[in-house]
């Protein structure tokens, strides 16, 4: 009875013993193979002609890279792409992103952001992401933050040359073990290759709202022109319009209503409204002489 009670501690010890290694090794063996690029053919040729995903003034999307995704060629070579556009209420947001470590795999973001002309205004590498190691709720990860900058447009793809490169995180145990001074487990630290697909979170904050002019030309309003933005000249139908009009006013002795004109021209910058009001006040002057 001994001996068969000995030899099922001694399994349940053996078993114990292979499921940790099993599981150690799941989270740090490498893929055999070397990941590769997409071989197949690119879906666009500029970055107008990408899908643009629209997002929200503030959200948290995930998504997944991989076959289902576009492919577009970059100068590092051709990768699987997501591309964004922000809110047209958002005039700077605060990005994070999260790439998740799985598998010996993880997909290296890099970002792109683009103007309104789907100009390139930036560029954000590898370097803005910094592994994390995983914890009790979330998987080991890539995560950076960043601004926006004002950009309209987002893409997300992976530096093709890279692929195949190595990352080393720490093990969960060994950081435990840190943390509460006990003895450092002996267990392998899980590595990652760069790889072509993966799957990323991204969430948007907006931190600045964008503002437009008042089109109602009606009423006087003391609107703010946003830096940089040149207004437009009134057309030659609504100077000559308010030229009469102050004009009829003034004639009419109306002259509250011809200051209300006045300062509605003002407002839409017609030049000369001033001198004109003035001029015919001064005949309406003489004229009573």
Known sequence: MTNIMRNYQRFKMALAV????????????LPEEV?????????CATFQQLPYVQLKENETLTVSLGPQSEVFS???????????????????????????????????????????????????????????????????????????????????????????????LPHPAK??????????????DPTYRYAPTGQVSVTVVTKEYATVLSSDNTSVSDSVTPQGVKQPEAQKETVDFYKQAIAAAISEKDISKAMALLNEAKALKIEGADKIF???IENQLNDAQ
Request: net charge positive.
């Open 278 to 280: 003035i001029e015919l």
């Open 35 to 43: 990941p590769v690029a997409p071989n197949r053919e690119a879906c």
């Open 175 to 188: 950081l435990r073990a840190q943390e509460l001074g006990e003895p450092m487990p002996m267990v392998t």
């Open 74 to 168: 970059f100068s590092e070579g051709k990768s699987y792409t997501q591309a964004f556009r922000f809110n047209d209420r958002t005039a700077r947001a605060q990005i994070s992103v999260k790439s998740v470590m799985q598998h010996g795999r993880v997909f290296v973001p890099r970002v792109l952001l683009l103007d309104k002309h789907y100009q390139v205004i930036k560029t954000l590498g590898a370097d803005m992401f910094t592994p994390q190691t995983a914890n009790l709720l979330d998987s080991s990860q890539l995560s950076g933050s960043f601004d926006s900058e004002g950009a309209r447009y987002m893409v997300m793809y992976t530096n093709a040359t890279t692929l195949g490169h190595k990352i080393t």
């Open 18 to 29: 292979s499921s940790a290694v099993w599981l150690v090794g799941c989270a740090s063996n």
